[in-house]
Each structure stands twice: as C-alpha cells, then as structure tokens.
C-alpha cells in the first residue's frame, strides 16, 4: 500500500509538471484519468529500447492489442479535451469585457496546438506498435521455417556465396551479424538473426548478395527491378483550387497564411493558365507525379515561423511555397502536399526505423519540391535511397548555393563546408526566390498583377507626402535611423506598420503614425496611397518591395559600402554562398532601377535629402516585372518541368564555335548537329572574363546571362582553340573556377568533375571560359527558344 501510494503521488506529480506551462485546471476533462492512462502506457513501454533484438520486446508487443486499446482511450479523451476547449474559447464572444476569460483563451489556443501534437504522436505510435506486432509474428514463423531447415539438413543452402560478382557480400553479411539490431527496419524486411534472413536481405532488398537459387523470386518489386514504365498522361490546365485548398491542411497559422494567399489570387491564376495554354497553343504536357515537402514548416524541424506569423515575423518563405503549390496545381500536376515527416514517410513508403534500409521498388514520384529542412529529413528515413533518387530532388533554397559549397569533399578540403550546403546536387536543382544565382534554377514567386482601371485610379489617388516604412518588427528600428527618419519627415508624413500587443514600440519615433501588423488587402490599400516605400537594410531580399512597386510606389533602399557577405556580416554567415549583396534588394536595384527604385547612402545626408526631394518630383506608374506575374510563374515552372533534365557526359568532334557578327563572342557553328540539350544550343554564347572577374559578371557586362548547363559543351580543347588562347599547357583539374587559363603561364585548365562548374566562381590570376546565354525579355530565366 505505502508503495502504491507513493508511485501514485509521483504520477500525479509527473501529469502536473507535464502540464505546468498552461497554469489553467479545466473541470471535467478527466484530469486524472489522463494521467493514470498515460502512467500505465508508460509501464507498458518503458523497457522497450531502439536497437532492441525484436525478441527482447516480445512481451510487451504480445500484449499489443491491450496497449493499442490504452492508445485509442488516450486519444479518445484528448479529442473530448479538444472539443471541450473548442466550447471555452467561445466564451470571449459573450464576455469579452471579463479579463480572466481572454487570459483563459489564449492559454486554450496554446494547449489546443500541444494537444493536437500530442494526438498525432500517439496514433502514430499506435500505428508502429500494430506494424511491429505483425512483423514480429512473421519473424516467429521464419525462425520455424528455418529452423526445420536445420533439422532437415538444408541449411548449407544459407551459405554465404563467394562470388567475384558481388564482392562485398561477406562482408556485408559481418556486419548484419553484428548491427541487424541497431534499426528495427531489418526486422521489418524479415530479418531475424540467421544467415538466411540476412542472404534474403542483401539479394532481395538491398543488392550486395547474389539472388539465392532456391527462393520464390515472385516477390514484390526491389531496389534494383526493373517495372513496367505507366503509360503517359497529359497534363491539363486547372483553374478550380478548391482541391488544392484541401490538401494544403489546416491547423498552423502559417498554413491559414497560405490558404488566404491561395484564394485571394485564384482568379489571376486563372487567367494565367488561360493565357499559358493559348500561347503553348494546347502542346502535349507530360504530367508529373509531384510530392511537395515543406520541410521547414514541420513540428520535427521546430517550425519557428508558424507561432510569428501574426506578430511580424517573416512571410517571404511561406509566400513562396503557397504561389509554388499553386503553379503546380495550376499547370495540371497530381501533387500530394506533405507538411510532417509521417506524411513524407507515408508517401514515399519508408519502412519504419532509422534510414538504414534502402526503399523497395521505384520512386512514386518524377520530383520532390523540397528546402534544406526536408532535404535532411529525407537523408535521415530514406538511408541508401536518396543517392539513388536525388536527381528528382528540387531544393527551395531563397539565398542560393553555389557549387563549390555544394561538392561535400571539395568543400571540406578548401573551406566553403557550411551548415548547409554539401549534397552534391547539381546546382541547378537549387531554386531561389531572386535570380541572383545563376549556378541555380530561378522559382520566384507572384505578386498581384493590377488591371489598367486600378492603376490609374492610383495614380489618381497618390499622396505625393506620404511614405511607409519597410519594417514590422520593433527591433529593425534599433541602431542609428533616427537620422535619416528625421530628414524624412521634414518632407514626408511617415507611417509605419509596427507589430505591437498592448503598447505602442518605444523604438518607433513619436511622429510615425503606426497601423500596427496590417492584414494583406488593408497593406495593399496603404501602398496605393504612399509615394514613397523605404528599407532599412533589412530583411534582404523580400517580396515585400515587388508588391510596393507594383500598387505604384518608388522604393528608396540602402546602398552598401562594403556589400554584404558571409565574409563580413553575420546573416550571410554559414550561407553556402559567397555572393556580395550591394543593397538591401539587389534585383530590384538591378533589374528594374530608376524611376521605380532608387539606392543610396543613407550615412550621406545630402544624398538621401536629394533623394527624397527627387523623389517627391517623380511620378511613376505601377510595375511589375513580367516574370514575376502568375503568367511569368506559370511559363517558367511549365519550361522546367517539361525540359530542364540531368546533364550527362557529351562526346563532341569537329569545329565548334565560329565568331558571331558584331560580338566579341562565339556561337556553336551552325554546320555542326547540336547535341539534346535544354537550353537549347543556339542561345549558347562563348566569352572570356578578365582576371579576377566572375563569369556571373562577364555575362551580365555583355548583356547576357551565365547558363551553367552550357559548361560542357565549352570545356574542351576546341573552345580553347576558337577562342584562339595560346596554351603551352592542358591540364585537367577539379577546381572551380575552370575551365579557365592563366595568361602570364600560358596554362590552361579543364574541369574534371561536372558538379563544380560554376557561374560564380572567379580568381584574379585566371580568365575564365564563360558559358553566356541570350533570355527572354522580361523572363531572365528561359533564353528565347526555351519555350
């Protein structure tokens, strides 16, 4: 009795401290009864421990359908609890006036998302311990058959082979020997502590075993089989997003973000398709099986972004993936949308466990949309299948990866390795928010497209004083913007769109009229109004800007003396990259500039007073480049889909590249048969940089752009000689900058390892060959036959 009575007092103790952080008592939730279910469902398992041999948990999992019972009665309760809570926050809406009741709301919302948590975790477990149990038994019965095997006097037929074929057989067999019990996906597969569960293994599901003769090879399909290719289906444009809005979910605030952006642009999607489709003039479009992962929005990933969306946190991430799904959905693809690592598991069918074992059968899916956060959730439960699959793999990456941080050993051996980074990928299968890399593919996003009746009653309706601050977190105001807001203000009204609760930002100067965190159509109104939409240096690189420009405003942005880098600033560091920033939006100062935008020295004060005044002088109309449009999305995301594939090994001979007329450049001779390539190789044009200069760089001074996937048809001994460089030495080296040539040495050097061809690399000892393309106006992504 004294024991009970004390193991019951440390239950209660443990349920209370579980529950703590709500500091709220519900009546009539069955408190207690939780508690003891949960003790209980703790004794049950507490002895089970992961690398276990799966008969050393054979009690426990015996008694599986107790415990699955004990599971449903949790969840059961937690669903009450929920529903419960669903009654109490309604209380706000009949005494809104009582303090205690919102107090009392907020700590619901909170414990309504740990709960909804708390119920996925458990019907998952629920789920691995029936999985379990049923392979257990299959274990049983293969240790039965087996053993009679013995009896019999057939178990030479479990020999371990040696066959020059499958060298590493033996030794693979060593090692399941010692560490089959480190990941219950061995068990899974049949794995059971013999020779011959582990010849099965090595033969059937991995391939370092020769098949066994006597076996029944009718299994289902392997790693290594070969299936029947499903026949084509073509893809249709969709203008109805009700499915979409569907698979998107709900139950995170971020998703709600996303959904709102869904629907409020659903009809400029759709007039987006139609123009699309009649441009494609209704061509065949493959349709692609698609898995979207958003892997930064997983609870596994700690999704810090979710709780901040209606507190002035970051939205570029989410604005990005919401117009990605759309551009999908839109374009005809059969997407499936995972935002947890169990729907990703589900989905690609993983066997339980730790990653160790590879997947059966073919990838269910032609591409992954993914970011780094599912690109490591990947690697950790798909094991030796990811290297096979990768190639389909897509990483949503916003500030790019450049391929010397991409190749893992190159990385490791001359300093680029990062927290990020090292997958070696091609880097094209990186795919930024700017079109700032050239090394990788340019996704971009939308911003809202305004018809020719709106954009003159804006010009109609501008306050020519009136100016709204890019900035709605209190902290961006901090550290020496007083100045230049005061010289501001002399000419302008200032407003601002600060996050606050209860009080208004000390750090907002007293003659900034704050709105305080305006929802989209309400921020959209105030631009339309404004003249004037001004940077604080920070965050780079947002939509927000795009979205200014486009209701009509004039962007005023800091210029930065030095730029920006992971050399010298502590946001770039640890990015996998070495791009310098030259202000706070780079493409806006780049690719559309003067009247729309404008960047200078804010530490100047006779500068910016300038600018302001010319500001002021100004008018503009609304803009908004095309690639950044629905239609723009929509044609770029169709062209990657449809043609961008895995480069590979070419095997070229005769003259290349003839000189073109008016251009110091070269272009691919016209009597050579151009190999398949995408882009297309008549939009190939061949420079040279100078020393110490990028071939991002050279490209972008001719009026072209650097086109990665280009590099192998220039790294070559005839390039060099149409280029007319004298070489007294070829050799062939893995380094970055190559293929490149020293002018001093007459040495010239070819690239050695394909993954590290890269637009970004420069050295102020080399001039680099530098494979430039020609683009579509408006569109820098797709060269002008990409379509």
Known sequence: MITGSTDGKIMVRRCLVTFKPFRIFVVGIGFFSLCFLMTSLGGQFSAKRLGDSPFTIRTEVLGGVESRGVLRKISDMLEVILKRMDSLSKLDNTSTTDARVDSLHFTVQRMRGEIAGLVERIQAIAQNVSNMAIRVEQILQNSLVQGRAVRDGTSSQCEVPRDPRFPECPGKVDWMRARWTSDPCYAFYGVDGSDCSFLIYLSEVEWFCPPLAWRNHSSPPT????????????????????????????????????????????????????????????????????????????????????????????????????????????????????????????????????????????????????????????????????????????????????????????????????????????ARQYM??????????????????????????????????????????????????????????????????????????????????????????????????????????????????????????????????????????????????????????????????????????????????????????????????????CEGMLERVHAYIQHQVKSGPCQIIGPLFVPLPNSTALGWASNVTAPPAWPPLSSLRLLVSQEGQSCVEACQSAGFICEPAHFRFINNKEALRGLEVQCEVVDSEINHILPAFSVVRQECGLQREPLLFSCAGHSPKYRRLCPCRDFRRGQVALCRDCL
């Open 223 to 426: 790693q290594h089989t070969q299936q029947a290719k499903a026949p084509k289906r073509q893809a249709a444009f969709r203008t109805d997003l009700s499915v979409l809005l569907d698979q998107v979910g709900t139950g995170k605030e971020s998703l709600s973000f996303m959904k709102r952006r869904i629907r409020r642009l659903a009809q400029q999607w759709a007039t987006a398709a139609n123009r699309l489709d009649a441009k494609l003039e209704q061509r065949w479009r493959d349709q692609k099986k698609i898995l979207v992962h958003v892997g930064f929005l997983t609870e596994e990933s700690g999704d810090v972004f979710s709780p901040k969306v209606l507190k002035g946190g970051p939205l570029g991430e989410m604005v990005q993936w919401a117009d990605i799904l759309t551009a999908l959905h839109v374009l005809g693809h059969n997407l499936k949308i995972s935002m947890s690592v169990k729907e990703l598991q589900g989905f690609l069918g993983v066997p339980p466990g730790r990653g160790s074992c590879p997947l059966t059968g073919p990838l269910p899916f032609d591409l992954i949309y993914t970011d780094y956060h599912g690109l490591q959730q990947m690697k950790q439960h798909m094991g030796l299948s990811l290297k096979k699959h990768k190639c389909h793999i897509r990483v949503i990456d916003t500030f790019g990866t450049e391929p010397a941080y991409n190749h893992e050993e190159y990385a490791t051996l001359h300093g680029y390795r990062t927290n990020w980074g090292y997958w070696n990928l091609n």
């Open 432 to 629: 930024t928010m700017f079109p700032h890399t050239p090394d990788n593919s340019f996704m971009g996003f939308v911003s809202e497209e305004l018809n020719e009746t709106e954009k003159r009653s804006i010009q109609q309706n501008k306050v020519n004083n009136m100016a709204v601050v890019y900035g709605k977190e209190a902290s961006m105001w901090k550290q020496g913007k007083e100045s230049f807001l005061q010289i501001l203000h002399r000419y302008m009204e200032v407003h601002g769109t600060v996050y606050y609760e209860t009080q208004r930002p000390p750090e907002v100067p007293a003659f900034v009229k704050n709105h305080g965190l305006l929802p989209q159509h309400e921020l959209q109104q105030l631009l339309r109004k404004a003249k004037l939409f001004i940077g604080f240096g920070f965050p780079y690189e947002g939509p927000a800007p795009l979205e200014a420009i486009a209701n009509g405003c004039i962007f005023l942005q800091p210029k930065f003396h030095p730029p920006h880098s992971s050399l010298n600033h502590e946001f770039f560091r640890g990015k996998p990259t070495s791009r310098e920033v030259s202000s706070q939006h780079p493409y806006a100062e780049q690719y559309i500039g003067k009247p729309h935008v404008m960047t200078v020295d804010y530490n100047n004060s006779l500068e910016f007073d300038s600018a302001i005044r010319e500001i002021m002088r100004t008018k503009v109309e609304p803009y908004l480049p095309y690639e950044y449009t």
